[in-house]
């Protein structure tokens, strides 16, 4: 059975660079059949597709976080990473790494996730 | 973007009640729906996709239609442990977005 672990940090400062981590297990980040996915979750803007990631490659993002986000494969530990740069409170929420199905268009639904970490944007 | 209008925002219900909740785009998103449960501390979890496409393991009083603009999810008999928040989302342009959810409670 797939599963999805989120590690990072809990505390970000203003202005810094937020690096989380998604091991996978149970399963390969190298399918090709598969996408692999940041959401997060605020309490106030509820959830936000920040982001997918083919293991082509091939990324595609959301516009609104467009011009602060990588997304990365690292296949040698089975995971994949985000990126999210110039943070500021607005950024704090639940970060959820996700899996989704492979499609022409790049998008789909989202399943399973991991249990999601608490990101807060403080100094 | 798209927008992803759900109502109710909450609601309460009773064991064995039939539920039903809607979700409104802002445009024609053909059959590119899915619905979420989410629980207090966990993460979303798959229930429907493709608009009426149950998930495997999901219970068959969870059931999905629709299509265009206009999707509903029905819950056709309230157990204990549907008590929860429930989000669609549309995965038909990006970026994919979801609705602001709608919590079941216990009457």
């Known amino acids: 059975q797939l599963q999805l672990q989120e590690s990072g940090p809990g505390l970000v400062r203003p202005s810094e660079t937020l690096s989380l981590t998604c091991t996978v297990s149970?399963?390969?980040?190298?399918?090709?059949?598969?996408?692999w996915a940041w959401i997060r979750q605020a309490p106030v803007k509820g959830l936000e597709w920040i982001g997918s990631?083919?293991?082509?490659?091939?990324?595609s993002y959301n516009p609104a976080l467009k011009s602060r986000v990588t997304i990365s494969v690292d296949t040698s530990k089975n995971q994949f990473s985000l990126n999210l740069t110039s943070l500021t409170a607005a950024d704090t929420a639940v970060y959820y790494c996700?899996?989704?199905?492979?499609?022409?268009?790049?998008?789909?639904?989202?399943?399973?996730w991991g249990q999601g970490t608490l990101v807060t944007v403080s100094s | 973007d798209i927008q992803m209008t759900q109502s109710p925002s909450s609601l309460s219900a009773s064991l064995g009640d039939r539920v039903t909740i809607t979700c409104r785009a802002s445009?024609?998103?053909?059959?590119?729906l899915n619905w979420y449960q989410q629980k207090p501390g966990k993460a979303p979890k798959l229930l429907i996709y493709?608009?009426?496409r149950l998930q495997t393991g999901v219970p068959s009083s969870f059931s999905g239609s629709g299509a265009g603009t206009d999707f509903t999810l029905t819950i056709s008999s309230l157990q204990l442990e549907d008590f929860a928040t429930y989000f669609c989302q549309q995965s038909d342009s990006a970026p994919q977005t979801f609705g602001q959810g709608t919590k079941v409670e216990i009457k």
């Open positions: 149970g399963g390969s980040v190298r399918r090709s059949s598969y996408y």
């Open positions: 996700a899996r989704g199905p492979a499609s022409g268009s790049g998008l789909n639904w989202f399943d399973p």
């Open positions: 990631m083919y293991y082509s490659g091939r990324t």
């Open positions: 493709d608009a009426s």
């Open positions: 445009q024609s998103i053909s059959s590119n």
